[in-house]
Nanobody, 122 residues
Framework: VQLQAFGGGLVQAGGSLRLSCAASGDTFSNYYMGWFRQAPGKEREFVAR????????NYADSVRGRFTISRDNAKNTVILQMNSLKPEDTAVYYC????????????????WGKGTQVTVSS
């Protein structure tokens, strides 16, 4: 299984970025796909996830209303649209996949993608 993340970069506060994660190597219909992030000196934290089959979504309180997660089943891709970015959103963002339906923590993730850096300047 491979999760390949794209996007990220440098943006000013208030701007937008789009992350995408392409999944391959398995049938993901029973999975939840989503994102974590890790800022320097901090723990890796949950950001958002979507159910591959139902399309239901969950968000961390810190990003709800600003970030939107969606999926493109035909392309096996999950997209995180990040709007109204703040300097505190600066982190390495990791694509994640798991069958676990409860609240996600780092140890609940089965597959990780390589991180992509998001930097928001003030």
């Amino acid at each position: 299984v491979q999760l390949q993340a794209f996007g990220g970069g440098l943006v000013q506060a208030g701007g937008s970025l789009r992350l995408s994660c392409a999944a391959s190597g398995d049938t993901f219909s029973n999975y939840y796909m989503g994102w974590f992030r890790q800022a320097p000196g901090k723990e890796r934290e949950f950001v958002a996830r979507t159910s591959w089959s139902r399309g239901s979504t969950n968000y961390a309180d810190s990003v709800r209303g600003r970030f939107t997660i969606s999926r493109d089943n035909a392309k096996n891709t999950v997209i995180l649209q990040m709007n109204s970015l703040k300097p505190e959103d600066t982190a390495v963002y990791y694509c994640a996949a798991s069958m676990y339906s409860g609240r996600w923590y780092r140890d609940d993730i089965r597959y990780w993608g390589k991180g992509t850096q998001v930097t928001v300047s003030s």
